[in-house]
């Protein structure tokens, strides 16, 4: 199983992305995924995440009002839009799922990151 992010660039304060991570490999099911995001010389930091069906949806207060996740389960593709992007954004966004094969949990898998930088 493979989870490959896109979408990060350098943009400036204000401006707004929109994250993907594609999940692929082998016969699972993914249910809850999400993202989390790591900026040089901090611990990783919760972001966002959903369930799958979308009944039970999470942000970090920093991201509340102007991040959004999303997810497309036809295509196993999660996404993140980012709005009014901040300087204190500029981090590594990583995103994660847990999947299931055969009704067995497989554990929570995640992808290499793609670079947010945001500058004033």
């Known amino acids: 199983v493979q989870l490959v992010e896109s979408g990060g660039s350098l943009v400036q304060a204000g401006a707004s992305l929109r994250l993907s991570c594609v999940v692929s490999?082998?016969?699972?099911?993914?249910?809850?995924a999400g993202w989390y995001r790591q900026a040089p010389g901090k611990e990783r930091e919760f972001v966002a995440a959903?369930?799958?069906?979308?009944?039970?949806?999470n942000y970090a207060d920093s991201a509340k009002g102007r991040f959004t996740i999303s997810r497309d389960n036809v295509k196993n593709t999660l996404y993140l839009q980012m709005n009014n992007l901040k300087p204190e954004d500029t981090a590594v966004y990583l995103c994660?799922?847990?999947?299931?094969?055969?009704?067995?949990?497989?554990?929570?898998?995640w992808g290499q990151g793609t670079q947010v930088t945001v500058s004033s």
């Open positions: 994660y799922a847990d999947l299931y094969r055969s009704g067995i949990y497989s554990g929570r898998h």
């Open positions: 959903m369930t799958r069906e979308g009944n039970s949806i």
């Open positions: 490999g082998s016969t699972f099911f993914v249910d809850l």
